[in-house]
């Protein structure tokens, strides 16, 4: 075999696995953004829908899971395949590693949340030194959007179908309605 000549395991690798966690409590269009952008990048894309009890969530676990698996099959198809897992009760790097994910994926909608990302990154690579954080700038049009504040919108009966996907608007629309009975 000449020096220029390529085998078949020289070529072959891998699928590059990417985790994008999150509570996604309600998904919002900035996560769909993320989503859409991290699936160029990766050959198999896992959304694990976190549970954060400190961010008192609107839906259960199963609903924001169901939520996300009917945003994520609207999606203009990329290289990647998307995934929707729940996140267990362990360290993100420990449930990035039994997926085989080598990269985390977040979103940095502000300058306000790069302090915390930069913690978490410098922190799971302290954890984990296989496993890189790749930090995705939001768009423009959506560094405003927090689920958050499409949450408190929705509570007080404002419009959210600016920064959410109408069927995520729908169900954010009639929560509102079973908590407030209005």
Not at 22 to 29: A, K, N, Q, R, S
Not at 153 to 180: H, N
């Amino acid at each position: 075999m000449g020096a220029n000549e390529v085998t078949e395991t020289q070529i072959t690798r891998a699928p590059l696995v990417g985790l994008y966690p999150g509570t996604f409590d309600p998904i919002t269009l900035g996560h769909l953004d993320i989503m859409q952008r991290a699936v160029k990048l990766v050959d198999r894309l896992v959304i694990g829908v976190a549970t954060n009890a400190s961010k008192s969530p609107l839906f259960s676990l199963d609903e924001r899971i169901a939520m996300m698996r009917h945003e994520a099959s609207t999606l203009r198809p990329g290289r990647a395949t998307i995934e929707v897992l729940p996140v267990s009760e362990v360290l993100l790097v420990e449930f990035a590693k039994s997926i085989g994910a080598s990269m985390i994926i977040r979103g940095l909608r502000a300058v306000s949340d790069f302090e915390y990302e930069f913690q978490m990154a410098a922190m799971n690579q302290r954890l984990n030194m296989e496993i890189e954080t790749v930090v995705l700038m939001a768009d423009p049009r959506m560094q405003a959007i927090a689920s958050k504040l499409v949450k408190e919108i929705a509570i007080l009966g404002g419009d959210v179908k600016p920064f959410t996907s109408a069927y995520i608007a729908e169900q954010l629309v009639k929560r509102c309605k079973e908590r407030t009975g209005k």
